[in-house]
């Protein structure tokens, strides 16, 4: 029976020695470095950090990714546009930042990333954690948050992050996508907030427009008309100091996440146990009425019908020549003009609407529908008015420019009141 127990000793020591990585760690301290080949574990075992070469790259990159899915899914990167050229790469802490070297014998330890923290804090001891939720967390030592991934993101949003704006600080936390399925340095697609007048989300490719998300109406982004609360619980946050949308999942046992892919689709994604494979749920951009101002200014868009632009009432088209070639970019006119004394205007109401273009609006709070009416015949400039909160409560949304990317839906949608000359009402 001595014989047994010391065997059994002498086989965990060796097997302790012989795959020392097999014992998961989630944290990198000045102890304890990772090297190219050994790879952080979060303590729910969900996501994976370490090194990876994407596609047909053979360049090395520190990622993180999902531990359960057996195609390998990165959902952030750290040196996007620094990659190392062998395997020599060595996250580190070094100080009270966490370090990409370049560790081979010829580079001497060429720093290639970096969190590039200054702190104020007096602990010397750093350490950095990737946490259940994918976001790798840098510490001092009493705790003090130095410095977290899900603040810098990459191409993919995950359920717990902010995707958005801190006013007081300028971070701006951005989805990018990357130039290739070889390359996850920054491609030319972008999604993130717009915070000029009422904020909104911004498709974009460089500095155009794509696509716009429509600010937040109390219960979704007026440009989705079908976010899921079944499967997800949203939280948007608009004020002084910052302007984030974010998620959780209602069911752990689902896989789901959005990503902005390098063809710049931005779609959200689920896990398929059975194909094993990624689905799509949704995407962006599903139908032409989506493509930002697509039928100008002042025009509406609807899918379902066959020349799909058509203009609000009480305007035209300006240029009748071009919508006859199906050309719609230049929009729509007044067929009469504003009155402008706050006696001879008055509003027509547009259905089932994803309200226009919302960085030239305003929000007054407190107001009734028809408070909000006698305020916008106040102003020549104000040309529409909805309401801020579908939900029910008081307030309205006030639009003093021209009215663009406005569109239909079959399902879903809310009123939007335009503006027109008395002389329209009665049509």
Same mark, same amino acid.
């Given at each position: ?21 097999c ?12 090297? =190219?080949?050994?790879? *952080? /574990?979060?303590? %729910?075992?969900?996501? !994976?950090?370490?090194?990876? $070469?994407?596609g047909?790259?053979? +360049? ?64 010397n ?6 946490? =259940?939720?994918?976001? *790798? /967390?840098?510490? %001092?030592?009493?705790? !003090?948050?130095?410095?977290? $991934?899900?603040?810098?993101?990459? +191409?993919?949003?995950l ?68 976010? =899921?609360?079944s ?18 999942a209602?069911?752990t ?55 799909e ?25 007044r067929?009469r ?26 929000i ?11 305020e ?12 801020f ?19 239909v ?12 000359a ?6």
């Amino acid at each position: 029976m001595a014989f047994h127990k010391g065997f059994q000793s002498l086989l965990l020591v060796a097997l302790i020695f012989f795959f020392p990585f097999c014992i998961s760690i989630d944290t990198i301290t000045p102890a304890k470095s990772v090297r =190219d080949g050994e790879t *952080l /574990v979060s303590a %729910d075992e969900n996501f !994976v950090l370490g090194f990876f $070469s994407p596609g047909n790259s053979k +360049n090395r990159y520190v990622g993180i990714w999902f531990n359960k899915i057996p195609n390998q899914t990165v959902v952030w990167t750290a040196n996007r546009e620094n990659p190392v050229h062998n395997s020599s790469g060595i996250l580190t802490i070094k100080g009270r930042n966490l370090e990409l070297l370049n560790g081979g014998h010829n580079n001497n330890n060429i720093i290639l990333w970096s969190t590039n923290v200054s702190s104020s804090t007096m602990a010397n001891y750093s350490s950095a954690t990737l946490t =259940d939720s994918g976001n *790798l /967390v840098l510490t %001092d030592g009493h705790g !003090v948050i130095l410095w977290e $991934s899900f603040d810098y993101p990459t +191409n993919t949003f995950l359920p717990r992050m902010k995707l958005g704006l801190n006013r007081r600080t300028g971070l701006n936390r951005i989805l990018t996508s990357w130039k290739s399925g070889d390359d996850p340095a920054p491609g030319e697609f972008s999604f993130g907030p717009d915070p000029l007048g009422v904020p909104q989300y911004f498709l974009r490719r460089g500095s155009d427009e794509i696509w716009r998300s429509g600010p937040w109406n109390g219960e979704r982004l007026s440009g989705v008309p079908i976010m =899921d609360y079944s499967l997800f619980s949203w939280s948007y946050v608009a004020n002084n100091d910052e302007i984030y949308l974010t998620y959780n999942a209602n069911k752990t046992s689902m896989t789901s996440t959005f990503v902005l892919d390098d063809s710049g689709l931005f779609q959200r994604l689920m896990w398929n146990d059975n194909n094993r494979r990624w689905n799509q749920m949704w995407e962006a951009t599903q139908d032409r009425c989506d493509r930002y101002a697509n039928c100008g200014p002042y025009g509406s868009c609807d899918s379902n019908r066959v020349a799909e632009c058509e203009c609000l009432r009480g305007f035209e088209p300006k240029t009748p020549s071009e919508w006859n070639v199906r050309d719609w970019s230049g929009g729509c006119v007044r067929r009469r003009s504003l009155d402008c004394d706050g006696k001879g205007d008055g509003f027509l109401r547009w259905g089932q609407a994803k309200v226009p273009d919302t960085s030239r609006s305003r929000i007054e709070a407190g107001l009734s529908l028809e408070a909000c009416e006698e305020e916008c015949l106040k102003s020549c400039n104000c040309t529409a008015y909805a309401s801020f909160n579908v939900s029910g409560d008081r307030g309205c949304l006030m639009w003093d420019e021209d009215l663009v990317d406005l569109r239909v839906y079959s399902d879903g949608g809310q009123d939007i009141y335009i503006r027109v000359a008395a002389s329209e009402l009665g049509k």
